[in-house]
């Protein structure tokens, strides 16, 4: 099946400063590829979404970018904000309809 | 308002008493999936389903059952739960795998 891994598992970024979150998948076939933001004792909640024939997407301060050829894809935060603190988890949904999630990134934002 | 509910949201339990986790959407939705969430292993599938009497494995099934009888409802059971069952337990809803899942509230469970 699918194997989606996550990297870093933690990270610390200045306030007003970018991150970046990176997952590789290991099924060429996988053709959606969702994040979500989990906040502490809350539930994950979709933040942005690709699909396979989209290479980039954006939404306000957050985008995707996805690598078909390499099977990569990252989150990418721009202008950091203290509210941006979170565990973030992207997943991949195999050709099948089981999904994967990765092991997901603390992000902390310092003031 | 559209939502997925659990229930219950926290529970104690003892080695071997069965016990069931209630999950409940009004959405309309057709797939349903169980996940555990374990620190450092991210949200695990238990099992999934793709409509009613449709159910099948995700990463981790041993030791638990589903049921798909209804489409909004589809509860977990453990029949002989054991402490490594112990985690936070998140129900989820969307149209299909490759749409955006709605995930209820969690149902943190630990068995001593």
Known sequence: ?111 | EAQVTQNPRYLITVTGKKLTVTCSQNMNHEYMSWYRQDPGLGLRQIYYSMNVEVTDKGDVPEGYKVSRKEKRNFPLILESPSPNQTSLYFCASSLSPRYEQYFGPGTRLTVT
């Open chain 1, 1 to 111: 099946g699918e194997n989606v891994e996550q990297h870093p598992s933690t990270l610390s970024v200045q306030e007003g400063d970018s991150a970046v979150i990176k997952c590789t998948y290991s099924d060429s076939a996988s053709n959606y590829f969702p994040w979500y933001k989990q906040e502490l004792g809350k539930r994950p909640q979709l933040i942005i979404d690709i699909r396979s024939n989209v290479g980039e997407k954006k939404d306000q301060r957050i985008a995707v970018t996805l690598n078909k050829t390499a099977k990569h894809f990252s989150l990418h935060i721009t202008e950091t904000q203290p509210e941006d603190s979170a565990v973030y988890f992207c997943a991949g949904g195999s050709p099948g309809n089981q999904f994967y999630f990765g092991t997901g990134t603390s992000l902390t934002v310092i003031p």
